[in-house]
């Protein structure tokens, strides 16, 4: 029996699925003598739709016999853990059920209006209220003052409590008591050697109207002291021997005096670690990036969102051209690996303000950029957006990746009787979004594609609009990808180009392929494969028009995880 069973929405067994806040509150519970389990959504089927998944997590919660399960919300996971609750509740009513994290917090007042078997929902920070809530639901005693609660008294009417005030000092948390992860998960992670995360610091000074972080943390942004992030980094290393962390912060980069403090104390540890960041183009200049990336700064993620000017000042990011060109191009130079991220189908962009993203997605995937990401804009609730458009929202048939799609389509009716729960699952209809719904399918294989033609054919693209492009691309399936960007390359030179154009690039894209494989399959084995065209030409990265149709017979000679090639014309 548990006192606490938390739930987590971690989908696989890795470190980098580890919810540190849920850690960190079960670690506060059983500091303080309760008896404390942590419960992740993959120890349940979570392939075979979300009835069974629901039926297998009910059944794994009541054999652990809890008093309180505690749910952590965010948007992807918000609409199974109010399915598992509801099931939860009919076969043990005694057992409390509480709401938790972003979703639960923004959604609180709705979610016990609606929801009658969710009995809590806490809002703000919950590890200075955690336990004076729990300990007072397990000895029968009156929560109700409880900062942060949200309830229904005796009358049955909604109390919300207000939240108490943000931890001024987060390094007064205790550090994580690393024993709640489960084995497969440490494993995992160590032996595919991935990262660790590490929560430094909460909040984020700016005001995005697409983002809901600037309500939940009340734009206060707050850093962990460096010896403390430091030793935390040093505290993982030697309890489960990682050596590479993602920084879990909004914004890393708010302070620059915060980030040169941090990088000094790293350095004094004489520690070699290697870290990742999120961080926003403007925070960076050449003086930060140099003395991050001397203290192992390995990869940042960058919410550049548009590289229109009109849309920058719509959803108050307010980035500069310049500032977003002059920051990649310097991290770029250090090799620094970049995450740029965007946002489309906002509701009033233009077809030429997703030109305009475009372009600059190529551009910074030209300087640098190794992973563009296109996100289809999703309206939440806490918002500018939402205030701005929530009479206008209707159920979207479209997936985003920003929250997922787990359980939506099996679970249609539920959503449309609970509007206000789910604002993230409508969209705001337009014609632009229509048209571009699959850009985020295809966006980074169009980026990638444009790049090549433009190394081959300068002069036949140099004024084709990557919209038009990308569109053509969509056109060619109408659904979501099944095939490898040089596969989708492949199609479109057949369809689009015709004769000795035709032919060569389809056997340049073939060749492409083939390497691709032979350098991702451990077990590849190809014999000697005959191209149409002089494929050593190819490997020079010489321009269409100067790649001959020569026959070339191909071998690729493996050695370990180096690929080879040897071509022979013929």
């Given at each position: ?77 918000f609409l199974a853990n109010l399915m598992i609750s509801r099931r939860l509740k009919e076969l043990r009513p005694d057992i409390f059920i509480v709401f938790g994290g972003p979703q639960a917090d923004i959604a609180a007042y709705d979610t016990l209006n609606e929801i009658p078997w969710v009995d809590f929902c806490c809002k703000g920070e919950g590890e200075t209220t955690v336990y004076p809530l729990f300990s007072a639901l397990l000895s029968g005693g009156d929560p109700t003052a409880v900062a942060g609660l949200c309830y229904r008294d005796a009358d049955g009417k909604i109390r919300q409590n207000e939240p108490a005030e943000l931890i001024a000092d987060l390094d007064t948390l205790p550090f994580i008591d690393y024993s709640f992860i489960p084995d497969a998960a440490l494993q995992h992670s160590l032996g595919q050697g991935t990262a660790a995360t590490i929560e430094v610091g909460r909040g984020c000074p700016f005001n995005c109207a697409y983002c809901s972080s600037s309500r939940f ?354």
């Amino acid at each position: 029996m548990y006192d606490v069973l938390f739930i987590t929405p971690s989908y696989h067994p890795t470190m980098v699925e580890e919810f540190g806040g849920t850690l960190l509150l079960a670690t506060i519970l059983k500091q303080k003598g309760l008896k404390v389990q942590i419960h992740r959504f993959f120890e349940a089927d979570t392939k075979s739709g979300i009835d069974l998944f629901v039926e297998q997590t009910v059944k794994i919660i009541l054999k652990k016999d809890p008093k309180i399960v505690s749910f952590y919300c965010r948007c992807d996971c918000f609409l199974a853990n109010l399915m598992i609750s509801r099931r939860l509740k009919e076969l043990r009513p005694d057992i409390f059920i509480v709401f938790g994290g972003p979703q639960a917090d923004i959604a609180a007042y709705d979610t016990l209006n609606e929801i009658p078997w969710v009995d809590f929902c806490c809002k703000g920070e919950g590890e200075t209220t955690v336990y004076p809530l729990f300990s007072a639901l397990l000895s029968g005693g009156d929560p109700t003052a409880v900062a942060g609660l949200c309830y229904r008294d005796a009358d049955g009417k909604i109390r919300q409590n207000e939240p108490a005030e943000l931890i001024a000092d987060l390094d007064t948390l205790p550090f994580i008591d690393y024993s709640f992860i489960p084995d497969a998960a440490l494993q995992h992670s160590l032996g595919q050697g991935t990262a660790a995360t590490i929560e430094v610091g909460r909040g984020c000074p700016f005001n995005c109207a697409y983002c809901s972080s600037s309500r939940f943390w009340k734009r206060k942004f707050r850093m962990k002291s460096a010896k403390r992030i430091v030793d935390e980094m040093i505290y993982m290393n030697e309890q489960l021997g990682f050596t590479k962390f993602i920084f879990e912060h909004d914004l890393f980069t708010a302070s620059k005096k915060k980030v040169f403090e941090f990088t000094k104390a790293l350095k004094d540890s004489g520690k070699q670690f290697t870290w990742a960041c999120s961080s926003r183009v403007d925070t960076l200049d050449e003086e930060t990036i140099d003395e991050m990336a001397s203290c192992g700064l390995r990869s940042v993620f960058l919410g550049v969102e548009s590289g229109s000017d009109r849309m920058q000042k719509l959803m108050n990011k307010n980035l500069k051209k310049e500032d977003i060109i002059r920051t990649v191009t310097a991290l770029g130079k250090r090799g620094i690996k970049m995450t740029a991220s965007f946002i489309y189908a906002l509701p009033e962009e233009t077809e030429e303000d997703i030109e305009q993203t475009l372009q600059m997605a190529y551009k910074l995937r030209t300087l640098g950029a190794k992973v563009i990401q296109f996100h289809l804009c999703a309206i939440f609730d806490g918002t500018e957006y939402y205030y701005r458009y929530a009479d206008k929202l209707s159920l979207s048939t479209a997936k985003t990746d920003v929250v997922g799609d787990f359980g939506v389509f099996e679970c249609q009716d539920f959503i449309k009787e609970h509007k206000k729960l789910f604002s993230y699952c409508y969209e705001y209809k337009s014609d632009i979004r229509d048209r571009y719904i699959l850009l985020g399918e295809y966006g980074t294989q169009t980026i990638a594609m444009y790049k090549k033609f433009m190394a081959l054919m300068p002069e036949q693209f140099k004024n084709k609009k990557l919209t038009e492009l990308v569109l053509e691309v969509i056109g060619m399936y109408n659904k979501p990808p099944e095939k490898s960007g040089a596969e989708i390359i492949k199609d479109y030179c057949h369809r689009y180009f015709t004769g000795e154009t035709q032919t060569k690039m389809e056997a340049i894209f073939d060749f492409y392929i083939d390497q691709r494989k032979a350098v991702r399959d451990p077990d590849f084995f190809m014999d000697a494969k005959e191209y149409p065209i002089d494929i050593n030409a190819v490997i020079a990265k010489k321009k269409l028009d100067d790649i001959p149709l020569q026959p070339t017979l191909v071998c690729f000679k493996k050695h370990g995880k180096k690929v080879a090639v040897v071509a022979t014309p013929m």
